[in-house]
């Protein structure tokens, strides 16, 4: 059984190439079967799974995890032994394996060719706009430009699966559109506190095209983790035996 599923930016070669400027990163995610996956918890498991796919636990890096939409960038992996706290990593070191975990948050993973730099988002409900934040400071560090960019939505609690009550839909329609809310009439009627259908994919989508990423290198994986058991997912699971997944990017 496979312990890590792979996914591919949107136009560009799936397979990475020789090391050379132009080989794209390798975008994983590594599956409940795996086992538990969070940094400063869970590293014998990690180190044993990293290593299973080739991938030198040295030159990961991880952040300490808090809802944020803090971005960090790893230039070298020293700064990250102590888990500095923070929701996503860019690095333009292809020796750094950027890291963060999820469980029905989104990961975004991001790669920029022209630019050079590649890194992964922890993205739920209270860092949506992560993506907003990595792409600026990528513009800072690297005079990046988001019509370069390319990302990848990926697994995460769909709206399927993920129902929410009118104050997180008003902020969600406010902040990021229309189209990432619906209200679901049979809750509605049934005067669920939780009526509305919330669609993460569709908020970041929104942030990506309103900050300049081109539709072309949008690229949504399409699954839920609350519905699909091979995923890691607090709904499903429960709140405390809930498996974090890894979703790593790396040039090899
Ligand atoms: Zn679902």
């Not at 070669?13 to 869970?42: F, N, W, Y």
């Not at 040295?58 to 960090?72: G, L």
Request: hydrophobic share 40%.
């Amino acid at each position: 059984m496979s312990v890590v599923q792979y996914f591919a930016f949107a136009g560009l070669p799936s397979q990475p190439g020789p090391r050379s400027p132009s080989a794209v990163p390798e975008c994983g995610l590594t599956l409940r079967v795996s086992g538990p996956m969070k940094p400063g918890v869970d590293d014998e498991n990690r180190a044993r799974v990293f290593r299973s796919i080739g991938v030198a636990t040295d030159d990961v890096v991880a952040c300490r995890q808090v809802h944020s939409r803090v971005v960090r960038i790893a230039d070298r992996t020293e700064a990250f032994r102590g888990l500095p706290e923070g929701d996503g990593i860019l690095t333009a070191n292809r020796g750094v394996v950027p890291t963060v975990t999820v469980a029905d948050c989104m990961p975004i993973w991001v790669y920029d060719p022209v630019a050079g730099y590649f890194g992964v988002l922890h993205s739920g409900w209270k860092g949506t706009g992560i993506l907003r934040v990595a792409c600026e400071l990528a513009a800072d560090e690297w005079g990046a430009e988001a019509g370069n960019v390319h990302v990848i939505l990926g697994p995460h609690i769909r709206s399927c699966c993920y129902t929410v009550d009118a104050e997180r839909a008003d902020y969600f329609r406010a902040g990021f559109g229309e189209r990432c809310v619906t209200l679901d009439p049979e809750r509605e009627a049934e005067g669920s506190r939780w009526p509305y259908r919330l669609s993460l994919a569709e908020a970041n989508r929104d942030i990506a095209l309103k900050i300049g990423i081109p539709e072309r290198n949008i690229h949504d994986a399409g699954v839920c983790t609350s519905c699909d058991p091979k995923y890691g997912s607090s709904r499903r699971e429960g709140q405390d035996r809930f498996v974090h997944m890894a979703a790593f990017i790396r040039v090899h």
